[in-house]
């Protein structure tokens, strides 16, 4: 596949690069680098240097951290038309990657090489605007992360989770064990969630996935509706 039209595909995800100035345009559309991964791939180990302001232009790659027991927690996704928040802060203040970003799904990226992008932050106002514009969107989901972990519970958290991952299929292609991961909890707890929703119709589990059966009812649960029933955890089970 040539630049060409690899460069077509990622104006077509990434629109507000036509807004930009033509000589900005010209300068990514020379530097820039096409790197595809495939689904388990790692994209960033936790400590190291960014090289590239990255731009997906398919697929999606997961951002996370992994506490000294082992225990994981997704900070967030990146997905077709998206950056990414902390390579765009590394990049910015010179720091390595926090935290530790794998593929979940083939990805195509455009990479912008570090040197070129600190440039074009300085040069371009534009190009600044969108980054910045972007990297507040996205430092807003994550503040949002930081008051669901600290304010809710994990029920309402996983009910959150579900709906989101469903979107218009209704169905989550994750196993227990991975929402467990996304959320840093433990299959077992994740499981129990799931197998009482199940009972109440509002989910079907299968294999490696989960159909939302009822949206209004996940959704209110999610939203914390205290006339829903709370499943009830063993002692010592909630993690």
């Given at each position: 596949?040539?630049?060409?039209?690899?460069?077509?595909?990622?104006?077509?995800?990434?629109?507000?690069?036509?807004?930009?100035?033509?000589?900005?345009?010209?300068?990514?559309?020379?530097?820039?680098?096409?790197?595809?991964?495939?689904?388990?791939?790692?994209?960033?180990?936790?400590?190291?240097?960014?090289?590239?302001?990255?731009?997906?232009?398919?697929?999606?790659?997961?951002?996370?951290?992994?506490?000294?027991?082992?225990?994981?927690?997704?900070?967030?996704?990146?997905?077709?038309?998206?950056?990414?928040?902390?390579?765009?802060?590394?990049?910015?203040?010179?720091?390595?990657?926090?935290?530790?970003?794998?593929?979940?799904?083939?990805?195509?990226?455009?990479?912008?090489?570090?040197?070129?992008?600190?440039?074009?932050?300085?040069?371009?106002?534009?190009?600044?605007?969108?980054?910045?514009?972007?990297?507040?969107?996205?430092?807003?989901?994550?503040?949002?992360?930081?008051?669901?972990?600290?304010?809710?519970?994990?029920?309402?958290?996983?009910?959150?989770?579900?709906?989101?991952?469903?979107?218009?299929?209704?169905?989550?292609?994750?196993?227990?064990?991975?929402?467990?991961?996304?959320?840093?909890?433990?299959?077992?707890?994740?499981?129990?969630?799931?197998?009482?929703?199940?009972?109440?119709?509002?989910?079907?589990?299968?294999?490696g996935s989960i159909e939302v059966l009822d949206v209004?009812?996940?959704?209110?649960?999610?939203?914390?509706?205290?006339?829903?029933?709370?499943?009830?955890?063993?002692?010592?089970?909630?993690?």
């Amino acid at each position: 596949m040539t630049n060409q039209i690899l460069i077509t595909r990622w104006l077509n995800v990434f629109p507000e690069l036509a807004e930009l100035e033509p000589e900005t345009r010209d300068v990514l559309f020379d530097v820039a680098q096409f790197e595809r991964l495939r689904q388990g791939d790692i994209a960033y180990y936790q400590g190291q240097l960014c090289q590239n302001y990255v731009m997906c232009i398919e697929g999606q790659t997961r951002v996370f951290k992994t506490s000294e027991s082992g225990r994981e927690i997704m900070l967030y996704q990146v997905g077709a038309g998206e950056t990414c928040v902390l390579t765009t802060s590394c990049l910015m203040a010179g720091n390595p990657f926090p935290a530790e970003s794998n593929v979940q799904a083939d990805a195509l990226l455009a990479a912008i090489p570090a040197d070129v992008f600190l440039r074009l932050m300085s040069s371009s106002p534009k190009f600044r605007h969108y980054v910045l514009s972007n990297y507040g969107d996205l430092l807003s989901s994550l503040i949002t992360l930081v008051d669901e972990v600290a304010f809710a519970s994990l029920d309402l958290r996983l009910a959150r989770r579900l709906l989101a991952e469903a979107e218009d299929t209704r169905v989550v292609s994750k196993t227990h064990q991975q929402l467990a991961l996304d959320l840093g909890s433990v299959r077992e707890v994740i499981s129990r969630y799931v197998s009482e929703w199940e009972r109440l119709g509002w989910v079907r589990s299968s294999r490696g996935s989960i159909e939302v059966l009822d949206v209004a009812a996940l959704a209110a649960y999610g939203a914390g509706d205290a006339a829903l029933p709370r499943p009830a955890l063993r002692s010592g089970s909630q993690a």
